[in-house]
């Protein structure tokens, strides 16, 4: 049974449970796989030596989360030594049409549909309603975490400018 962590995460005011551990800055960033636009294997392995953001949305068909994911692919474009992956419980096919309408070429989407396990190992997975939390991770090209930010109210952005600060300090 995974860790439930209550009262850090919240939509709309109310109340919802994560599941998995709080990963914290020192950490080793959890190895995991999902699957990518065309239905393959992802593997965080061939995000080795690199630095990297990770951010875990609930849907990128819902406003904020596509905001947030347009931002960043924008964002991309000035990080040509960082790799930034967006990953939610979206279906390989609804991400790759969302990606195609949206022109967003920059960020990687990946989906945890399949195996679920990311959530657990990033602390994201939502109990209730069994999508991803509104996460920021930045991780070295040694995987070690060098930023965090669970955000706390679903419908709100994350912090860019600080996730954009860590990884430009990783070169």
Same mark, same amino acid.
């Given at each position: 049974?995974?860790?439930?962590?209550?009262?850090?995460?919240?939509?709309?005011?109310?109340?919802?449970?994560?599941?998995?551990?709080?990963?914290?800055?020192?950490?080793?960033? +959890?190895?995991?796989?999902?699957?990518?636009?065309?239905?393959?294997?992802?593997?965080?392995?061939?995000?080795?030596?690199?630095?990297?953001?990770?951010?875990?949305? +609930?849907?990128?068909?819902?406003?904020?989360?596509?905001?947030?994911?347009?931002?960043?692919?924008?964002?991309?474009?000035?990080? +040509?030594?960082?790799?930034?992956?967006?990953?939610?419980?979206?279906? +390989?096919?609804?991400?790759?049409?969302?990606?195609?309408?949206?022109?967003?070429?920059?960020?990687?989407?990946?989906?945890?549909?399949?195996?679920?396990?990311?959530?657990?190992?990033?602390?994201?997975?939502?109990?209730?309603?069994?999508?991803?939390?509104?996460?920021?991770?930045?991780?070295?090209?040694?995987?070690?975490?060098?930023?965090?930010?669970?955000?706390?109210?679903?419908?709100?952005?994350?912090?860019?400018?600080?996730?954009?600060?860590?990884?430009?300090?990783?070169?």
């Amino acid at each position: 049974m995974a860790e439930e962590r209550k009262g850090v995460y919240f939509a709309r005011g109310n109340p919802l449970t994560l599941l998995g551990p709080e990963l914290k800055v020192g950490a080793k960033l +959890p190895k995991f796989t999902a699957v990518d636009n065309k239905m393959g294997t992802f593997s965080s392995d061939s995000l080795k030596g690199k630095a990297k953001i990770i951010a875990s949305v +609930p849907s990128l068909d819902t406003g904020v989360c596509s905001e947030e994911t347009k931002k960043f692919n924008e964002l991309a474009k000035g990080l +040509p030594n960082a790799q930034i992956v967006t990953i939610s419980m979206d279906l +390989p096919f609804a991400q790759a049409r969302w990606c195609g309408a949206n022109g967003v070429e920059n960020v990687q989407t990946v989906s945890d549909f399949r195996d679920r396990a990311f959530g657990e190992a990033f602390g994201v997975r939502v109990k209730e309603t069994g999508l991803l939390a509104r996460a920021v991770f930045v991780a070295d090209k040694d995987d070690v975490v060098r930023h965090v930010e669970y955000v706390r109210e679903q419908p709100t952005l994350p912090n860019f400018d600080a996730a954009m600060a860590a990884v430009k300090k990783l070169g």
